[in-house]
């Protein structure tokens, strides 16, 4: 099984601008704030008249349209997705998102590569900052990654091949390279 970093295309322009987050620092929950966090939040916006909502938002949380949580249902069942609605008081809009609480999974690779291993990962993937250990992801499908600062989105194939069938806009993949 093939897995994949998803993350929102930066290529964007003119995407939806949070009223009171002026960076891109970003705040991160997972499965075990669900208790610390409100099952629906406001965040209130700035749109302009060509402002766009890419099916996920990176900052400043880690967000993803109703639509995609969908799909992500489809697959985990047992995720847990809080509401965010984003508001822009002016235009008098809103549109509806979910925050998902994800697993973090300790599935670092920290052994030596192969001279065969570490060749393929570096022609396929030269940026690469890390491989996972595919043993101890034991088939999950969406998570993120135990012991490193990014808080990057892994998700399966199958998952993956999903979302693209489904035209979601804003997304990008990046396969992973798993050991």
Same mark, same amino acid.
């Given at each position: 099984m +093939? ?8 290529? =964007?322009?003119?995407? $939806?601008? !949070?009223? %009171?987050?002026?960076? *891109?620092?970003?705040a991160e ?12 939040t ?14 996920i938002?990176?900052?400043p ?5 109703d639509?995609?949580? +969908?799909?992500?249902l ?5 995720? =847990?997705?809080k509401? $965010?609605v !984003?508001? %822009?008081?002016?235009? *008098? ?44 992801? +034991? ?8 012991g =490193?600062p990014e808080?990057d ?8 091949e ?9 997304v ?5 390279t798993?050991?």
């Amino acid at each position: 099984m +093939k897995y994949y970093k998803i993350s929102e295309d930066k290529r =964007i322009h003119n995407r $939806v601008v !949070f009223r %009171d987050f002026k960076t *891109n620092e970003t705040a991160e929950f997972h499965t075990e704030d669900a208790d610390t966090v409100n099952d629906s939040t406001v965040l209130y916006t700035e749109e302009n008249e060509n402002c766009v909502y890419p099916e996920i938002i990176e900052a400043p949380l880690f967000m993803v349209s109703d639509e995609l949580s +969908k799909v992500l249902l489809m697959y985990q069942p047992s995720i =847990i997705l809080k509401t $965010v609605v !984003f508001f %822009d008081k002016v235009k *008098n809009t809103q549109k509806r998102y979910k925050l998902p609480l994800l697993e973090r999974v300790e599935c670092l690779y920290e052994g030596e590569l192969t001279p065969e291993q570490e060749k393929a990962a570096l022609l396929d993937f030269p940026k690469k900052k890390y491989f996972l250990h595919k043993d101890k992801i +034991k088939h999950k499908k969406i998570f993120k990654i135990k012991g =490193i600062p990014e808080m990057d989105v892994i998700v399966s194939m199958d998952v993956a091949e999903s979302l693209i069938r489904r035209g979601v806009y804003g997304v990008r993949f990046q396969e992973v390279t798993l050991i």
